[in-house]
T-cell receptor
Framework: ETGVTQTPRHLVMGMTNKKSLKCEQH?????MYWYKQSAKKPLELMFV???????ENNSVPSRFSPECPNSSHLFLHLHTLQPEDSALYLC???????????FGDGTRLSIL | GEDVEQSLFLSVREGDSSVINCTYT??????LYWYKQEPGAGLQLLTY?????DMKQDQRLTVLLNKKDKHLSLRIADTQTGDSAIYFC?????????????FGTGTRLLVSP
């Protein structure tokens, strides 16, 4: 139990679908992150939120849309994805934006 | 540039010590981290070291930091089969007001009985 819960654990979707990934942290942290983990590549930072304000958008295509309604919840809205977007999407949180990050177990996303 | 390098694979026997090595590029990194990833799971924070330290010990784990050579290592004493996983090294970089982590591609540790 990491204190960071991601749902769903697995998602298969077509390129024209719209879906959302959810992340919830129970650690009382103020910063949350989305990462993408693809095979044979280092983890790629996608978005950073601190106190519900987006502080980083790491050149992510607009087909990925994050939402942070409060400091405990983070969403990643997906639409019109491409096959190369198939990956493990990891959420992380930290006490503030300069403290160690704690990760969830990820959502394994497959685009057909 | 941002680059963290690790060897891809390490195989040891149960009971031996494992040493996983990492080199990084940013001499101004504040913290350096070791994460563990088991199959089907996310990254588990194992330990981290502040850049003004050169060693940190936590039970079976020992982290050594050589700032001059930008080299970080993780030693696991008395390695168990449950230690089989992928180990990621990460350096922190100050980036527009937050601590950006730059990860290596991971070292797969295989522990045989």
């Amino acid at each position: 139990e990491t204190g960071v819960t991601q749902t769903p654990r697995h998602l298969v979707m077509g390129m024209t679908n719209k879906k959302s990934l959810k992340c919830e942290q129970h650690l009382g942290h103020n910063a949350m992150y989305w990462y993408k983990q693809s095979a044979k590549k280092p983890l790629e930072l996608m978005f950073v939120y601190s106190l519900e304000e987006r502080v980083e958008n790491n050149s992510v295509p607009s087909r990925f849309s994050p939402e942070c309604p409060n400091s405990s919840h983070l969403f990643l809205h997906l639409h019109t994805l491409q096959p190369e977007d198939s990956a493990l999407y990891l959420c992380a949180s930290s006490r503030d934006r300069n403290q160690p990050q704690h990760f969830g177990d990820g959502t394994r996303l497959s685009i057909l | 540039g941002e680059d963290v390098e690790q060897s891809l694979f390490l195989s040891v026997r149960e009971g031996d010590s494992s040493v996983i090595n990492c080199t990084y590029t940013d001499s101004s990194s504040t913290y350096l981290y070791w994460y563990k990833q088991e199959p089907g799971a996310g990254l588990q924070l194992l330990t981290y070291i502040f850049s003004n330290m050169d060693m940190k010990q936590d039970q079976r784990l020992t982290v050594l930091l050589n700032k001059k050579d930008k080299h970080l290592s993780l030693r696991i004493a008395d390695t168990q089969t449950g230690d089989s996983a992928i180990y990621f090294c990460a350096e922190s970089m100050d980036h527009t007001g937050f601590q950006k982590l730059v990860f290596g591609t991971g070292t797969r540790l295989l522990v045989s009985p």
